[in-house]
């Protein structure tokens, strides 16, 4: 079942019957942690018994743009805003939050609108891009309900009204709609999703002049705004429409709004230290909504594919700052208190003079939708089912031969769990890397592009790796449908890293911190455990309790405090808690190489239902 994540956000008037009958049904969600329902109708009283719900009477009708009080006291991210006219399955609300995940700058619904070829409010509802989602069942980001609240305060101000009571400004999803796109040059998106519909007495549609009224208060909107249509959507942008004449190269802004500050961010590490990077820049977005506009140029540019929170950007554009990105806090993190998703956050704070509130403990990571519709490359190429597996990890870099783990013992992790766990082995190939190869695996090490290998992880049960891309891209990776919401991880890590600094709350670090001399105070940051005479200071930092083992020198730490057993007891503990299961009692594992593919897929039979989704694994 699915983990509480959304608020569930009602107004209510007096539909007391529809509203009961929903919430009897939506508070059995295990996907919802809370519902909050406002009732404005001061002659009615309204309560309802389950504990999810929780019910604020109010003696005044504050109007329909008290949807925003109930946003800010929601404690979920994921916010759902619905009326008392339809009940919504769990399954669309699910849909909503993976979208959202995906893409947080816009909003998502059932209903939506496009204006007329007049630019009159059209009632013809819209599936795709629209200007306009219909509050009945819409769902965005908390992070939008200040943006909302400050933007409604500047409207009615400029107006010279006060804010509306009651039914006299029937138009907050007109407002909502354009108060978000405005600020991120995105329309937002309408989804063909189940739900029932309900009997709607009291209905505001309903009522004389209803579309003229409407009319007039998106037209209001629009020109408060700057309707977001005249502005290239799909780029976080924060240029709207403009009253300027035609080739003026500097359009006005709406009411209050600046120009946003272009920055370019640099970084030529490695994958993992640019899977931190992305950490930042959805932190930066989040906390100044439409006040940067950011681009990356790093040494992965598949990590940022359908990133919603980049704009491209020209090193020599106008107005763009270069910014080379590190994380100098590095060098506290043995008595530090800061985790490593905190290092670009930091620079950028001080970089940039801004504060910048850190949201998630992983890093961000973006699937287009029909990339976590194809089947993994195990399915397609070895088994023939949609096949549950682990990946595991025998080697790494030669830069840090300190981080690896011993191949020996890896090969006991995969022997113990022989037919009940599929195993795949993985790796970057060539020159300046080192994977031994393991028995009674699939091999993948070499066979993977970066996109690839996301795609892998997205589909993998576990983990098993040292201190490497693989752990952080393991935390940011979401949820295959059917798996635990954060993926199981068994990290290698021996004495090398201070545990504080690498690892997530919901892996499994097999550490040596404290446990020896060489790494009593945070780790030992050593780099080799004997020089490879390549020419590198590398060799200037060595292991300095290093051991014998089966003729070669490796690291104590490893060999004595992260054993195989350690290892196994670990992997069993996702199984014996529940989070996890083992493969059908039919299963045998398989021993394959690249070279096999296709051949092995006929000595497996999928369990019943374990066909999976026939759409192939694509580069």
């Given amino acids: ?58 003696s005044f009708d504050f109007g329909l743009r008290t949807r925003w009080v109930l946003g800010v006291l929601a404690s979920n991210d994921c916010l759902v805003f619905q009326d008392d006219d339809l009940i ?59 943006l909302i609240i400050e933007s409604e305060q500047e409207f009615f ?70 309707r977001p249509s005249a502005v290239a959507f799909g780029g976080l942008t ?9 080739g003026d190269p500097s359009p006005s802004k709406s009411a209050g709004s600046t120009a946003p500050r272009k920055i370019r961010l640099v970084s030529r590490l490695s994958p993992g230290d640019v899977l931190m990077l992305t950490v930042a820049v959805r932190d930066l977005q989040l906390g100044h909504h439409g006040k940067f ?110 981080k690896w783990w011993i191949p020996e013992y890896a090969q006991e992790v995969v022997d113990h769990f022989k037919d009940r766990i ?17 028995q009674g695996v699939i091999n993948l090490v070499g066979r993977t592009s970066l996109r690839q290998f996301m795609r892998l992880m997205y589909h993998a049960q576990g983990v098993v790796c040292p201190i490497t891309f693989a752990m952080h891209l393991a935390a940011a990776t979401p949820a295959k449908p059917g798996f635990p919401k954060r993926k199981a991880c068994v990290v290698t890590a021996g004495g090398r890293e201070p545990s504080g600094w690498e690892s997530y709350t919901h892996h499994v670090f097999l550490h040596a911190n404290g446990q020896l001399p060489c790494c009593d105070n945070g780790g030992c940051w050593k780099n080799r455990v004997i020089p490879l005479n390549d020419g590198k200071d590398l060799d200037k930092s060595l292991c300095v309790n290093s051991v014998d083992f ?19 007891r670990a992997i069993e503990r996702y199984y014996i808690g529940g989070a996890l299961h083992y493969l059908p009692s039919s299963y045998k594992t398989i021993h394959a190489g690249w070279e096999d ?9 999928p369990p019943a239902g374990g066909n999976g989704n026939p759409q192939t694994e694509r580069p």
Wanted: hydrophobic share 35%.
């Fill in 1 to 58: 079942m699915a983990e509480a994540h959304l608020s569930l956000l009602f107004l209510h008037w007096k539909r007391s019957e529809n509203l009961t009958a929903i919430l009897d049904v939506e508070a059995k969600y295990s996907s919802v942690a809370e519902i909050i329902v406002l009732n404005n109708n001061s002659k009615t009283l309204f309560q309802h018994a389950h504990p999810k719900v929780k019910v604020l009477n109010s």
């Fill in 88 to 146: 919504v399955p769990e399954e669309t609300l699910l849909a909503f939050h993976t979208e959202l995940e995906n893409d947080p700058l816009r909003a998502y619904s059932l209903h939506g609108r496009n204006p007329g070829k007049r630019n009159d409010y059209n009632s013809k509802d819209v599936v795709g891009d629209a200007e306009i989602v219909l509050t009945r069942a819409t769902c965005i980001h908390k992070q939008h309900i200040p």
């Fill in 157 to 226: 101000r400029g107006r010279g009204t006060q804010l509306p009571a009651g039914r006299e400004f029937p138009a907050e999803d007109i407002f909502l709609s354009y108060a978000i796109s405005s600020h991120f040059g995105k329309k937002h998106k309408v989804l063909k999703l189940p739900h029932k519909n309900l009997s709607t007495p009291h209905a505001i549609s309903s009522n004389k002049g209803h579309l003229r009224r409407r009319t007039e208060l998106m037209r209001e909107c629009q020109e408060f705004f700057g």
């Fill in 238 to 246: 924060n240029c709207l429409m403009s009253d300027a004449p035609k």
């Fill in 293 to 402: 506009q950011v681009a990356v140029d790093t040494s992965v540019p598949e990590l940022w594919e359908n990133n919603p929170y980049l704009t491209k950007l020209q090193k020599d554009d106008l107005g763009v700052e270069e910014i080379e990105a590190h994380y100098p806090i590095i060098h506290e993190s043995n008595e530090g208190a800061y985790h490593f998703i905190h290092g670009y956050r930091l620079f950028l704070e001080e970089k940039l003079g801004v504060k910048i509130k850190a949201t998630k403990l992983w890093g961000d990571i973006h699937f287009r939708p029909e990339e976590t519709h194809w089947i993994s490359m195990v399915h397609e190429h070895f088994t023939g089912w949609d096949t549950p597996f682990w990946l595991i990890c025998t080697g790494g870099k030669t830069d840090y031969t300190t």
């Fill in 422 to 438: 599929q195993f795949v082995q993985f790796g970057s190939a060539g020159e300046n890397h080192h994977h031994p190869p393991l």
């Fill in 550 to 568: 089966n003729g070669r020198k490796i690291q104590r730490c490893m060999r004595d405090l992260v054993t195989a057993k350690d290892a196994i």
């Fill in 597 to 605: 593919r296709f051949t092995k897929s006929k000595t497996q039979v």
